[in-house]
């Protein structure tokens, strides 16, 4: 497994993403998982796959939560034209992932309001996910739930909090929709909210769901290996 990360420059959200790796490799003993990344840290992806002897396995797990630019285009692109080689989806959305926000979230006053505050994409699919997600939010909460982004898509998490306050929120708590702390998790502590949450790491779920998309992604090759050989 290359277990390819975002990257960032926050020593404690990189300590984040390398234990989460380290609780993969516990989890499932005899795999190799290896260390990428698509922005400011390295090893960059592209150079980690190339370092991989070409008859070797491998699948790429995005240690993101949504699709978008990184894993539809640079994951899909290490990937390409390679044999042996494949991507598996984002860690979200997934319900389970709505209840650990939930747990992170704790005791609310009932007439608060939540920002369920993602990354952001400009990619549409990535907005209809978080959708999704504040849905299954929602569910578990008797506050009203309204998803933002820190970039590339509306409403800014400032904004969110503002249209809370405005329907008549007598305050409002932000759902960390991030792994770990980095400028995004920094930023939301800008924007107005009188509770912000803390990120999804540490949690061994995390890590159960990589392993879960590892395994999917090899059966899908696998079915796609057959489908061609009966063509």
């Known amino acids: 497994m290359i277990a390819c990360a975002h990257g960032t420059n926050d020593a404690v959200g990189q300590q984040r993403i390398n234990q989460l790796r380290d609780e993969i490799a516990v989890l499932r003993p005899g795999l190799r998982v290896l260390e990428a990344y698509v922005d400011v840290q390295s ?3 592209p150079q980690v796959v190339a370092d991989v002897p070409a008859d070797v396995p ?5 240690l993101l939560l949504t ?3 990184h894993v539809q285009v640079d ?5 390409a034209g390679r044999s042996h080689a494949v991507a598996a989806a984002p860690l979200g959305p997934d319900p389970r992932l709505a209840k650990l926000l939930d ?3 704790g005791e609310l006053p009932k007439d608060w309001g939540i920002v369920l505050a993602a990354a952001g994409s400009s990619r549409p699919e990535a907005a209809e996910q978080i959708e999704v997600l504040a849905a299954d939010l929602a569910v578990r909460r008797p506050q009203r739930v309204l998803a933002a982004y820190g970039a590339s898509a509306r409403p800014s998490v ?3 909090v503002a249209q809370l306050r405005a329907e008549g929120a007598a305050g ?3 759902a960390s929709y991030l792994l770990a702390p980095g400028y995004f998790h920094d930023q939301l502590a800008t924007a107005g909210a009188d509770l912000v949450a803390e990120p999804l ?3 061994r779920l995390v890590a159960e769901l990589a392993l879960e998309h590892f395994d999917r992604a090899i059966s899908a090759a696998a079915r796609e290996t057959e489908r061609i050989a009966e063509s």
């Not at 491998?58 to 995005?62: C, E, H, M, R, T």
């Open 172 to 174: 409002v708590a932000i």
């Open 43 to 45: 090893p960059e992806l």
């Open 75 to 79: 994951i899909a692109q290490a990937v």
């Open 103 to 105: 747990e992170r979230l």
């Open 58 to 62: 491998l699948v790429v797990v995005p």
């Open 158 to 160: 400032p904004e969110a």
């Open 67 to 69: 699709v978008g630019f």
């Open 201 to 203: 790491l540490p949690a």
